[in-house]
């Protein structure tokens, strides 16, 4: 997939779905957002390869620190040393933490196992995670002639960011915003709170967003785009509702996840995000519900 919007090309650098990794490049400098897996980062790397021949990787995006999104840095900064990791303040703490390496490692190693990766020859190299620019809400990106505003947003984890190129109007979507099927369906992954996960979302509300890039489906186009800024908070309130409305009605939580699924888990969701994924983000919606409305 390759997008040229206002002189910026950005190219799918992925190995596989579920992957998530878009370089963003004017011609003059490059920009990688995301860095999918770890089991994928050398793959990413190389396709980098295939696309900048001797140009310098420049800068890497981070729109979080989950393991899908930031693990492949580890293995993409083996390859291009020089490069600057953007990500928010909050990512120092995560990647120098040995739990959540843990987590991290666990979880991308199951993932790998399941596409065919032997345990032999699968690597982790999370103790080399870092961040060479570290951004809070409102900081500039000065990236070429590419200008990115951080902006926080909490919901989807607590680190979550989204970036605006203002010249471009283009935004570098949150997962706290949701993950869209292509279609009609909002799929919300409110994970450390969903009330400040709306507060996210009015932050951007106004904007003016022409195009939005997914890190795991990547850019919608002009209508996509429309469609989902403009039904993002219905779409996102409908699904808390169906989750609220299970449990008001006494439902067990896997009855629940599967009500939620058959509305859900379609289109470009199914295709790039595993099942197990949305069972774990569901169940975990679940319990964030309860707790936080007092159900």
Do not use: W
Not at 88 to 112: P, R, T, Y
Not at 216 to 240: K, P
Not at 250 to 258: A, P, V
């Amino acid at each position: 997939m390759v997008k040229i919007m206002n002189n910026i090309k950005i190219t799918d650098m992925r190995v596989l779905p579920g992957d998530s990794a878009y370089l963003l490049d004017d011609g003059e400098t490059s920009v990688l957002v995301d860095t999918g897996y770890g089991f994928t980062g050398f793959g990413v790397a190389e396709n980098i390869k295939n696309y900048l021949g001797e140009r310098p990787l420049d800068y890497i995006l981070l729109t979080h620190t989950h393991y899908d999104h930031a693990l492949g840095s580890a293995s993409v900064t083996q390859v291009y040393p020089d490069t600057k990791i953007v990500c928010g303040s909050h990512s120092l703490g995560v990647f120098s933490n040995e739990i959540a390496h843990q987590i991290m490692e666990n979880l991308d190693k199951d993932c790998a196992l399941k596409h065919g990766v032997s345990e032999e020859d699968y690597k982790f190299y999370g103790k080399l995670l870092r961040t060479d620019i570290s951004v809070d809400d409102g900081d500039i990106v000065e990236a070429g002639k590419m200008r990115f505003r951080a902006i926080h947003m909490p919901g989807h984890t607590r680190c979550s960011f989204g970036f605006y190129e203002e010249c471009s109007k283009l935004f570098i979507a949150s997962e706290t915003m949701g993950i869209f099927d292509g279609v009609d369906n909002i799929n919300p992954v409110f994970l450390v709170g969903v009330e400040v996960g709306f507060e996210s979302m009015d932050k951007i509300k106004d904007l003016d967003i022409e195009t939005l890039l997914f890190p795991h489906i990547g850019v919608l186009d002009s209508e996509q785009t429309r469609y989902f800024m403009e039904n993002m908070v219905r779409c996102n309130r409908e699904a808390v509702d169906l989750i609220i409305r299970g449990i008001k009605d006494g439902k067990d939580d896997e009855t629940i996840i599967e009500d939620y699924k058959k509305v859900y888990y379609r289109g470009e969701i199914a295709i790039n995000y595993p099942v197990a994924a949305i069972n774990l983000n569901t169940s975990i919606m679940i319990q964030l519900i309860k707790k936080e409305y007092s159900l």
